[in-house]
C-alpha cells in the first residue's frame, strides 16, 4: 500500500487544520492507521491513532485538540488538529501496517511497515 499525506500549512496559534491521508488500497484492509510527527532536531514520535474498531490512542500534549476519522468510500484517514500551538510544528507522518496492535502499542513508529511522505504544519504568528 502507498499512503499521501496532505493537508499541511502555516496556521496561526489557536487555529485549525486538517490533514489527509490517502490510501492506494481498501483502507478497510488495514486495522491501525497512526500519524507521527518530528519537529526539528526532535526525535519522531506518536502524536494519535486509530484502529478499525474506533478505539484511539492519543499522547498526552494532544488529547482533547486532535481527533481522528477515516472515510472508508474515500480510501481516506483524517487528522483533525484544533487549538494549534507553536510546540505543534513539525513534519507530520501517516503510517499503517498489516494485522492488528494492542492499543498500548499503536503509537509505536516501529510497529509501522507502510509510511505517507510527510506534510509540514507550522504554527505560527
Known amino acids: 500500500v502507498q499512503l499521501q499525506a496532505s493537508g499541511g500549512g502555516l496556521v496561526q496559534p489557536g487555529g485549525s487544520l486538517r490533514l489527509s491521508c490517502s490510501f492506494s488500497?481498501?483502507?478497510?484492509?488495514?486495522?491501525?492507521i497512526a500519524w507521527f510527527r518530528q519537529a526539528p532536531g526532535k526525535e519522531r514520535e506518536g502524536v494519535l491513532a486509530?484502529?478499525?474498531?474506533?478505539?484511539?490512542w492519543a499522547a498526552e500534549s494532544v488529547k482533547g485538540r486532535f481527533t481522528v476519522s477515516r472515510d472508508n468510500a474515500k480510501n481516506t484517514a483524517y487528522l483533525q488538529m484544533n487549538d494549534l500551538r507553536p510546540e505543534d510544528t513539525a513534519v507530520y507522518y501517516c503510517?499503517?501496517?498489516?494485522?492488528?496492535?494492542?492499543?498500548?502499542?499503536?503509537?509505536?513508529?516501529?510497529?509501522?511497515?507502510?509510511w505517507g511522505q510527510g506534510t509540514l504544519v507550522t504554527v505560527s504568528s
Open positions: 486509530s484502529r478499525r474498531d474506533r478505539s484511539t
Open positions: 488500497e481498501d483502507i478497510l484492509n488495514y486495522d491501525a
Open positions: 503510517a499503517t501496517r498489516n494485522g492488528r496492535l494492542i492499543l498500548s502499542a499503536l503509537l509505536s513508529a516501529a510497529q509501522y511497515s507502510y
